[in-house]
T-cell receptor, first 116, second 113 residues
Framework: ETGVTQTPRHLVMGMTNKKSLKCEQHLGHNAMYWYKQSAKKPLELMFVYNFKEQTENNSVPSRFSPECPNSSHLFLHLHTLQPEDSALYLC???????????????FGPGTRLTVT | KQEVTQIPAALSVPEGENLVLNCSFTDSAIYNLQWFRQDPGKGLTSLLLIQSSQREQTSGRLNASLDKSSGRSTLYIAASQPGDSATYLCALSPDNYGQNFVFGPGTRLSVLP
């Protein structure tokens, strides 16, 4: 256990559905991340939140909508997804002190998403 | 744009062998480099983190080195065991202010009993 939990672990959804992925960290970290891991592609950073503020959005389509209500929780809201969005979605957290001092990332187990 | 490669893509060794995994990057302006292992269908487990000012880090049978000038990092695994079988990924943090971590594609390691 890394101290980062994700629910659900598996999700199957149709292209017209709306669903949400949840991530929670119990490590006292102040930065949280969403990553996408597709088959045969390197891990891709999607969003970064520092101190609850979104600081990075790596050209992610608007059908993915992140939310960070506090420094311990992170959501990824999904709507009108495409089959190519099927992937393992990983959440991570780290400690960040001010503008620098980024410490190591801790990952959750991921949510395996299948879009039909 | 930072590009990260890992060679070999897959590696199979008999138990007990010492082995080296490689990570190469194109832009030497990095803040830190982190090595992870990933078991099939699971999340990533952090193994070692090397700050840009450091040359190496050690944890148990693992030793990671960093040579920024040549754009390389290596992960050395001593006396490999079947439990070491996993995919090993390296990831770079590009600078002191950004968090656009860039991951390599990974090396899939199989340690045979």
């Amino acid at each position: 256990e890394t101290g980062v939990t994700q629910t659900p672990r598996h999700l199957v959804m149709g292209m017209t559905n709306k669903k949400s992925l949840k991530c929670e960290q119990h490590l006292g970290h102040n930065a949280m991340y969403w990553y996408k891991q597709s088959a045969k592609k390197p891990l891709e950073l999607m969003f970064v939140y520092n101190f609850k503020e979104q600081t990075e959005n790596n050209s992610v389509p608007s059908r993915f909508s992140p939310e960070c209500p506090n420094s311990s929780h992170l959501f990824l809201h999904l709507h009108t997804l495409q089959p190519e969005d099927s992937a393992l979605y990983l959440c991570a957290s780290s400690l960040r002190q001010g503008a620098g001092s980024i410490y190591e990332q801790y990952f959750g187990p991921g949510t395996r998403l299948t879009v039909t | 744009k930072q590009e990260v490669t890992q060679i070999p893509a897959a590696l199979s060794v008999p138990e007990g062998e010492n082995l080296v995994l490689n990570c190469s990057f194109t832009d030497s302006a990095i803040y830190n480099l982190q090595w992870f292992r990933q078991d099939p269908g699971k999340g990533l487990t952090s193994l070692l983190l090397i700050q840009s000012s450091q040359r190496e880090q050690t944890s148990g049978r693992l030793n990671a080195s960093l040579d920024k000038s040549s754009g390389r990092s290596t992960l050395y695994i001593a006396a490999s065991q079947p439990g070491d079988s996993a995919t090993y990924l390296c990831a770079l943090s590009p600078d002191n202010y950004g968090q656009n971590f860039v991951f390599g594609p990974g090396t899939r390691l199989s340690v045979l009993p």
